[in-house]
Each structure stands twice: as structure tokens, then as C-alpha cells.
């Protein structure tokens, strides 16, 4: 054998053990990769379920807040009706001495 052709061997040989490793590698690298995505959509897929989970429950604590809110606007208007009513009948009462005073 001439020595070009054994130099060719060798070359041929270290190419494919090279063109092998690199696809062992390629392999490997590529069944991570895969096994992140499927964590990243099981992870996508969990996220909103949650944010579902946590649409609904802010969804219920706005409803019971106007339930509630409205419960207590009502109150409110009674109270301050009552007050406002109550101060209203004082001052009438005041004005009702003030001019059967005068009128004496």
C-alpha cells in the first residue's frame, strides 16, 4: 500500500469514529432537550390550571365583596338617614322654640 492511501485510511477511520461521537452527542443533547420541553408544557399547562384556579376565587371574592358591599352601603344609608333625619328634627324642633319665642 502507498503511503496516500494509507494517510487516506487513517483519515477515513478518525472521520467516522469523529462523525459517530458527534452523534452519539447530537443524540444525548437532543434527549434532554426533549425532556425539558415536556417539563416546560407540563409547567405551562400546571400555570393555568392555577391562574384558572386563581381567576375563579378573585371572580368569588368580587361577587361576595358587591353582596357584601351592597350590604353595607345599605346600612350606611339607613345610619346616616337616621342621623341625618334626627339632626333635621333637632334643628326643627330649635327653629320651632326660636319663633314661638319671638312671636312672644
Known sequence: MSPTLIHADIFFYITTIAVVVLTVLVIIFL???????RHLE?????????????????SII??????????????LKFVLGTIVSSKMAKGRKA??????????
Open 31 to 37: 434527549y434532554y432537550v426533549v425532556k425539558i420541553a
Open 42 to 58: 407540563h409547567a405551562a399547562k400546571r400555570l393555568k390550571e392555577e391562574s384558572d384556579h386563581i381567576l375563579d376565587d378573585v
Open 62 to 75: 368580587r361577587e361576595s365583596m358587591e353582596d357584601k358591599g351592597g350590604k353595607a352601603v345599605s346600612f
Open 95 to 104: 327653629n320651632d322654640k326660636g319663633k314661638k319665642d319671638t312671636k312672644n
